[in-house]
T-cell receptor, first 111, second 118 residues
Framework: DAKTTQPTSMDCAEGRAANLPCNHSTISGNEYVYWYRQIHSQGPQYIIH???NNETNEMASLIITEDRKSSTLILPHATLRDTAVYYC????????????FGQGTELSVKP | NAGVMQNPRHLVRRRGQEARLRCSPM?????VYWYRQLPEEGLKFMVYLQKENIIDESGMPKERFSAEFPKEGPSILRIQQVVRGDSAAYFC????????????????FGSGTRLTVV
């Protein structure tokens, strides 16, 4: 499994973009980078994932560096409801698809 | 299309009793993963099941815990003779008909079962 490193916590002003970094220098070529979040002990919520190319969906954008050793999750206009713990996970077929969660980044969106 | 359904949402058991947690995957999904989240800790993988098969139980405690996913019906996580340390939130996730479906499209988690052992 790819080891990921994320800051423990971050703050963001409401309405501003939240940029959450993740280092995954040991990620292998067939492992995807996933982002999930957990809002106050609810079930984890899938946000986005990618392999090599940058990805965008209705929730967020994922920017993956060319060497794939790091990535950034971007929430373009953070709201108070985006306050959550965000997990960056590297996973692929070799692990049978199971996700290994780290400690994540606790994002606080402030008014 | 209903999501992953877990029940009960909250379960209280006395020490020594049995706890049964149920997970119904999304329609069309035949792969289930169970995770445990102890208070103030992260999510830990427990077990991965397909219909009638345990594929990976590397995260399951060696004693008192078992899981099944029968041909018909929900997946069941069973904890025998519960102890206070089993108090946690238990989440399940499902993926489509092969692991590659989950790898390619992500997994859907249920809302969890909060087990409290008194």
């Amino acid at each position: 499994d790819a080891k990921t490193t994320q800051p423990t916590s971050m703050d963001c002003a409401e309405g501003r973009a939240a940029n959450l970094p993740c280092n995954h220098s040991t990620i292998s070529g067939n492992e995807y980078v996933y982002w999930y979040r957990q809002i106050h002990s609810q079930g984890p919520q899938y946000i986005i994932h990618g392999l090599k190319n940058n990805e965008t969906n209705e929730m967020a954008s994922l920017i993956i560096t060319e060497d794939r050793k790091s990535s950034t999750l971007i929430l373009p206009h953070a709201t108070l409801r985006d306050t959550a713990v965000y997990y960056c996970i590297g996973a692929g077929y070799n692990q049978g698809g199971k996700l290994i969660f780290g400690q994540g980044t606790e994002l606080s969106v402030k008014p | 299309n209903a999501g992953v359904m877990q029940n009960p949402r909250h379960l209280v058991r006395r020490r020594g009793q049995e706890a049964r947690l149920r997970c119904s995957p999304m329609k069309g999904h035949s792969h289930v993963y169970w995770y445990r989240q102890l208070p103030e800790e992260g999510l830990k993988f427990m077990v991965y099941l397909q219909k009638e098969n345990i594929i990976d139980e590397s995260g399951m405690p060696k004693e008192r815990f078992s899981a099944e996913f029968p041909k018909e019906g929900p997946s069941i996580l069973r904890i025998q003779q519960v102890v206070r340390g089993d108090s946690a939130a238990y989440f399940c996730a499902s993926s489509p008909t092969s692991p590659s479906g989950g790898v390619r499209y992500g997994y859907t988690f249920g809302s969890g079962t909060r087990l409290t052992v008194v």
